[in-house]
């Protein structure tokens, strides 16, 4: 028996050895790994504590120009994919440091990204001709293929996470830039014009050229943190707390009522006491989230997967997690238990 294995065992070696010239391989050999039986990610839960990452921030600025870098940018990369540019396998982050007085040049790209501000106030971001101010926990948008640029006519440094779906891009070997002929763009609409158009629940006539400007991806580019601010602490008071998400709200495309952008899904919930959602759950995506500023992100701690504990500080931000792993979001100092509670349905998990 052990002949006939091992003789076995040669042709086949035989075979691979043989037909490896032309580039041909056996899927047995491979099939349990490209079809598990459970999600499995390189991808690791990691956090980033901002008043640790702001110094090596300010730093950079003191050893490069915005325009010199184009973009000045310290990537969060998760230590699961050290060296690609990533924090989880669909999607790249950084902090960005603008100075006052800098301009970030224009240009454009395949790429979609988005912008959450998490410090300072008076810088902008210009999106296909229309600037938009930035503010403190302000969402913003740039479409696939538009140009923009960023300065900062502040007296304060500003800083944002950006993210973008580079990792999906280069996975389908989409990814191209160009660079515009000046360091800004023409301002060829005053601020403000795109939200009058698509953030008052209303919308250009089907006729208009700017009805549909970017396709699949949202027409307003800029989301003002006051409005979510508002809109969640009204819900507070007004509705009972999902209890796994909270008090949780989606960011939406005003024309489609869908995700913002085709490849990023984006949405905002307070934590604080009372406001987070309570049960674990267990999740089939991967997460980047970023803590505001506000008082809620003095006093939070983050529990994820499986008795790993994170520790969100003012701006924090965490990666992940791995799909299917435990996830628990706490609003409270000191420790806990971490271990999963019972779902809906018979004490299974919810999945999403």
Same mark, same amino acid.
């Given at each position: 028996?052990d002949t006939t294995a091992s003789r076995a065992a040669d042709?086949?070696a035989r075979l691979y050895a043989d037909m490896d010239p032309? #580039?041909?391989?056996? *899927?047995?050999?491979?099939?349990?790994?490209?079809?598990?039986?459970?999600?499995?990610?390189?991808?690791?839960?990691?956090?980033?504590? +901002?008043?640790?990452?702001?110094?090596? *921030?300010?730093?950079?600025?003191?050893?490069?120009?915005?325009?010199?870098?184009?973009? /000045?940018?310290?990537?969060?990369?998760?230590?699961?994919?050290?060296?690609?540019?990533?924090?989880?396998?669909?999607? +790249?982050?950084?902090?960005?440091?603008?100075?006052?007085?800098?301009?970030?040049?224009?240009?454009?790209?395949?790429?979609?990204?988005?912008?959450?501000?998490?410090?300072?106030?008076? =810088?902008?971001?210009?999106?296909?001709?229309?600037?938009?101010?930035?503010?403190?926990?302000?969402?913003?948008?740039?479409?696939? %293929?538009?140009?923009?640029?960023?300065?900062?006519?502040? /007296?304060?440094?500003?800083?944002?996470?950006?993210? *973008?779906?580079?990792?999906?891009?280069?996975?389908?070997?989409?990814?191209? =830039?160009?660079?515009?002929?000046?360091?800004?763009?023409?301002?060829?609409?005053?601020?403000?014009?795109?939200?009058?158009r698509f953030g008052a629940n209303m919308a250009p006539m089907?006729?208009?050229?700017?009805?549909?400007?970017?396709?699949?991806?949202?027409? *307003?580019?800029?989301?003002?943190?006051?409005?979510?601010?508002?809109?969640?602490?009204?819900?507070? #008071?007004?509705?009972?707390?999902?209890?796994?998400?909270?008090?949780?709200?989606? +960011?939406?495309?005003?024309?489609?009522?869908? %995700?913002?952008?085709?490849?990023?899904?984006?949405?905002?919930?307070?934590?604080?006491?009372?406001?987070?959602?309570?049960?674990?759950?267990?999740?089939?995506?991967?997460?980047?989230?970023?803590?505001?500023?506000?008082?809620?992100?003095?006093?939070?701690?983050?529990?994820?997967?499986?008795?790993?504990?994170?520790?969100?500080?003012?701006?924090?931000?965490?990666?992940?997690?791995?799909?299917?792993?435990?996830?628990?979001?706490?609003?409270?100092?000191?420790?806990?238990?971490?271990?999963? /509670?019972?779902?809906?349905?018979?004490?299974?998990?919810?999945?999403?």
């Amino acid at each position: 028996m052990d002949t006939t294995a091992s003789r076995a065992a040669d042709e086949r070696a035989r075979l691979y050895a043989d037909m490896d010239p032309a #580039h041909l391989t056996p *899927l047995w050999e491979s099939l349990h790994a490209l079809v598990p039986k459970q999600p499995r990610s390189p991808c690791v839960p990691a956090f980033w504590r +901002y008043d640790e990452v702001r110094p090596f *921030l300010i730093r950079s600025g003191e050893v490069i120009t915005a325009e010199e870098a184009v973009r /000045r940018v310290l990537i969060l990369e998760n230590p699961g994919l050290r060296g690609q540019s990533a924090i989880t396998q669909t999607l +790249y982050a950084g902090l960005q440091l603008i100075l006052p007085g800098e301009v970030a040049p224009s240009h454009r790209h395949t790429q979609t990204a988005l912008r959450f501000v998490v410090e300072g106030a008076g =810088a902008f971001t210009a999106v296909n001709g229309e600037r938009t101010t930035m503010h403190p926990g302000d969402f913003i948008i740039t479409p696939s %293929w538009t140009w923009h640029d960023h300065g900062n006519e502040s /007296r304060n440094p500003v800083i944002w996470l950006d993210g *973008l779906d580079i990792p999906t891009v280069r996975m389908l070997d989409s990814g191209f =830039a160009e660079n515009y002929c000046a360091a800004q763009q023409p301002v060829v609409r005053s601020e403000g014009s795109n939200f009058a158009r698509f953030g008052a629940n209303m919308a250009p006539m089907a006729h208009d050229a700017e009805a549909d400007p970017h396709g699949a991806t949202s027409p *307003l580019f800029a989301y003002p943190y006051e409005g979510s601010r508002d809109a969640l602490a009204r819900l507070r #008071h007004d509705a009972p707390a999902d209890p796994w998400d909270g008090f949780k709200l989606r +960011y939406l495309n005003p024309a489609t009522g869908g %995700w913002p952008t085709p490849t990023l899904a984006t949405a905002s919930f307070p934590l604080g006491p009372s406001r987070a959602g309570r049960r674990a759950t267990r999740v089939v995506r991967l997460e980047a989230a970023a803590a505001d500023a506000g008082p809620a992100a003095r006093a939070i701690r983050a529990e994820c997967f499986r008795n790993e504990r994170r520790v969100w500080g003012i701006g924090g931000s965490w990666g992940g997690p791995q799909p299917t792993r435990w996830r628990r979001i706490a609003p409270r100092l000191g420790t806990a238990s971490t271990r999963p /509670r019972a779902g809906r349905g018979g004490g299974r998990p919810r999945r999403r």
